[in-house]
């Protein structure tokens, strides 16, 4: 019987930029891996070894210059972009949130493909993470832990397949950062989302990942399970 | 002051232009300090200045005796050579030069050929050339200004535009927000010139008509025609501007692209 396709698929991945001064520069060499239905992959490695190049690859916010990526069995290539992007969801190291009201924000994805959501719907992903009654302020006026969470639940409104999380609580403090974290790591386990996520700490990796991407310099150093490879 | 030194008009006219020269240089040298990069390209940016408008001052004593359809080729030249200033204030955006011309083909190129069918303005180029000159010259400030400014909010917002791509959003939405603050930035100093038409400031046509002699109420009314003019022309090339510039900033595969400068 033929393997079913794998949510998300990486197979030699590598991205190249042409720096003005330095010439051609590798960024990305040869990345692989392979995603089930409800897995997360942990994405770890030293600051410039190219995690956040990966992510914005899997968001499609730059294009690889070979190899190829899956979603569903599906080229990237095979699918409009903003529908691709809607499919995975990603959540930035910093939330640049829209100004305007958390509501304008959360509805801002499905509205993109003229979807309207309710007010119990923007309701009940602010009580998801964790903010209900929050709806009306003004983005202006969150603090960074809030912002984040907004931005989070920003994300899930799309209901996307995969989510990717590019150190989402790099930019906080210590209080709201274990706080964050723990929320993201039970929506992921409560939804079986999918999920990509870059991440310095590595008591939370152990917690949450099934698989884990240790890089170095733009190359995979190490691909597996977290015992496998945080205790190698 | 100057006419008791200077006794012909050409002498006297080149010793007004020493003086305005010789302050804006000044206060340009002050402003340098300040850190105004505009500084460093005054006193270049004024000799330039002079010997186009003596050249075309030359050149129009030649030509306005001409038939109307000399106009044409004329304010082609004026909005090619606008063309080229504007895509130096935006080096970093590809294809400034197409843009800047197609947008101001439609919004000065239209709104003249507009006028000049109604009979609004004299088809003849005695009109054609200075009423058009001026629109063209204020489409190009327009132009400039719209492209500027929204070059600017897109790098000073990459992170909130690529989150709306992120969350699914087209180019042409992600970036909307900024559009739309570039074309009220924009026509803001066009806006505010048919506003304080009268109060705060007496424009030149209307000065040099009624100094040659027409009635002042023509000369208003004309006044107010050429302010309406600029100002819908350069609504035009900004709309039209709207439309086009987004593509450029971003790949086919809807990526927002580096644009350094
Ligand atoms: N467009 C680009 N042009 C040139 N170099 C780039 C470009 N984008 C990224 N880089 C370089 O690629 C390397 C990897 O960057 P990346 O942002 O992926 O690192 P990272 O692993 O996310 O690091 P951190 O943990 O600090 O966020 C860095 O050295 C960075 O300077
Ligand atoms: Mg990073």
């Known amino acids: ?232 | 002051m100057l006419k008791f030194l200077f006794h012909t008009q050409v002498s006297l006219g080149l010793a007004q232009a020493a003086v305005v020269a010789l302050v804006t240089i000044i206060v340009a040298q002050l402003a340098a300090r300040r850190g105004a990069l505009i500084g460093r390209e005054v006193p270049f940016a004024l000799l330039r200045g002079l010997l186009q408008i003596l050249a075309v001052g030359a050149l129009l004593a030649l030509l306005l005796r001409g038939p109307w359809w000399t106009s044409i080729p004329m304010l082609a030249a004026m909005i090619l050579a606008a063309g080229t200033i504007i895509r130096q204030r935006v080096p970093e955006l590809p294809g400034a030069y197409s843009i800047s011309l197609l947008c101001m083909c439609a919004g000065a190129g239209g709104v003249i050929a507009f006028m000049a069918i109604l009979g609004i303005v004299e088809p003849k180029v005695t009109m054609l050339i200075p009423v058009g000159s001026m629109v063209i010259a204020n489409n190009m400030n327009i132009q400039a200004l719209f492209l500027n400014r929204f070059l600017g909010e897109v790098r000073a917002h990459r992170g909130e535009i690529e989150s709306a791509l992120a969350l699914g959003a087209k180019p042409g939405s992600a970036v909307a927000p900024y559009l739309r603050a570039s074309f009220d930035a924009s026509l803001i100093p066009a806006a505010n010139n048919v506003r304080s038409l009268g109060i705060v400031w007496i424009p030149g046509i209307m000065a040099g008509m009624v100094l040659s002699g027409s009635s002042p109420v023509y000369a208003a009314l004309y006044q107010f025609v050429v302010l309406g003019m600029i100002f819908t022309a350069g609504a035009i090339s900004c709309i039209v501007a709207t439309q086009l510039v987004p593509r450029r900033i971003f790949t086919p595969h809807q990526q927002l692209r580096a644009l350094t400068r």
């Not at chain 1, 960024?27 to 956040?52: M, T, Y």
């Not at chain 1, 949450?208 to 190698?232: I, K």
């Open chain 1, 1 to 232: 019987m033929p393997q079913p396709p794998a949510v998300l698929e990486a197979i030699a991945l590598s991205r190249t930029v042409e720096d003005v001064r330095e010439g051609p520069k590798s960024l990305l060499r040869n990345i692989d891996f392979r995603l089930e239905q409800g897995q997360v992959l942990a994405v770890i490695g030293p600051s410039g070894a190219g995690k956040s190049t990966l992510l914005r690859l899997l968001n499609r916010l730059d294009e690889p210059t070979s190899g190829q990526l899956l979603l569903q069995g599906k080229d990237f290539r095979e699918i409009e972009p903003a529908q691709l992007r809607r499919r995975i969801g990603m959540v930035m190291q910093r939330a640049y949130l829209f100004p305007g009201t958390v509501a304008f924000n959360i509805r801002y994805g499905p509205a993109q493909h003229g979807v309207s959501l309710e007010h119990d719907q923007v309701e009940a992903l602010l009580e998801h993470v964790g903010m209900s009654g929050y709806a009306e302020r003004d983005t202006a006026t969150l603090s960074g832990g809030e912002a984040q969470r907004i931005s989070i639940a920003r994300a899930l409104a799309n209901h996307p397949e995969v989510l990717l999380l590019d150190e989402p609580t790099s930019a906080l403090d210590d209080t709201s950062k274990a706080g964050v974290e723990r929320l993201l790591a039970m929506i992921v386990r409560e939804r079986e989302t999918t999920c990509v996520w870059v991440t310095h700490e590595l008591a939370q990796t152990r917690r949450v990942a099934d698989l884990v991407l240790s890089m170095r310099d733009g190359h995979a150093v190490a691909l597996g399970p977290p015992a496998q490879v945080l205790d190698a």
